[in-house]
């Protein structure tokens, strides 16, 4: 089946008005956007959770876990390194532990710092999003794969919904598809994450052509909810 492109303006509203609002009530629901570096993944992504925000007046918790991240700094939000931050920056806060070098006990610090951060927005009636901006270094290389699965699993009874990115959709669970609602896929480097993308989309058969032949910064996204699938693009 050959998708429609329809423009993101177009589709944007009933997005970001229904988002978190299945069957008219308030409920976590999840997101996954997949694409390799320079695709147009952190634009989109910082770009709904920003308009979410200021629409809806969500709360939004980023971790962010890169080195270096112009597209993070340009939300102008507060960012911190210790959790919990001051009351008047807790809305729309950027939450960001760096490894200080190369040596082993730098990511270890990092990958404790992590688990407090989820361990304490854990609680019942989060009411956030929870936004992870490379969700396969937490799973493949800090060894959360546990407790990130039990988030997707398990948040929405908290009212949280999650905003998870990667580079790598090989090297991150099946939770990834199966527990979000919405799914965007941006062009592939190459054919075998193009079948991994696809599968999370929802079909390998379906997707992975299109995915392949998607042009720059266009992506699909797929409302598992309704069953409609679209490629659009940020500024059209």
């Known amino acids: 089946m050959e998708l429609d492109r ?14 978190g ?12 956007i997949v694409g390799p570096t320079g695709s147009g993944k952190s ?11 200021d629409s809806r007046g969500s709360y939004v918790y980023i971790l962010a876990t890169k ?14 390194n210790t959790w919990p931050p001051p009351w008047d920056k807790r809305k729309q806060v950027i939450f960001w532990p760096k490894i200080t070098g ?30 992870f901006d ?16 039990r988030y997707w699993r398990e948040a929405r009874t908290q009212h949280i919904s999650i905003v998870a990115g990667t580079q790598r959709p090989r090297n991150v669970s099946r939770n990834m598809w199966s527990q979000t609602t919405f799914a965007v896929g941006f062009k592939p480097d190459d054919e075998d994450d193009a ?4 599968e999370i989309l ?3 058969k379906e997707f992975k052509d299109q995915l392949m032949a998607l042009k720059r910064h266009e992506f699909i996204i797929v409302e598992k909810r309704n069953h409609e699938a679209y490629i659009s693009k940020l500024g059209t």
């Open 21 to 32: 609002w299945p069957n008219g009530k308030y409920e976590g629901e999840h997101m996954c």
């Open 195 to 198: 079948i991994r993308t696809a």
């Open 134 to 149: 490379e969700i396969a270094y937490l799973e493949d290389e800090l060894r959360l794969g546990r407790i990130i699965n």
């Open 102 to 131: 190369m040596l082993d006990g730098s990511q270890e610090k990092q990958k404790y710092d992590i688990v407090q951060f989820l361990d304490q927005i854990w609680q019942e009636d989060a009411n956030c999003i929870l936004v």
């Open 43 to 53: 634009m989109f992504q910082n770009h709904i959770i920003k308009r979410r925000a």
């Open 67 to 80: 080195p270096a991240d112009k597209e993070m700094k340009k939300l102008g939000w507060p960012i911190v």
């Open 6 to 19: 329809v423009s993101w303006a177009e589709l944007e509203p009933a997005f970001i008005g229904t988002w």
């Open 202 to 204: 929802g079909s390998r």
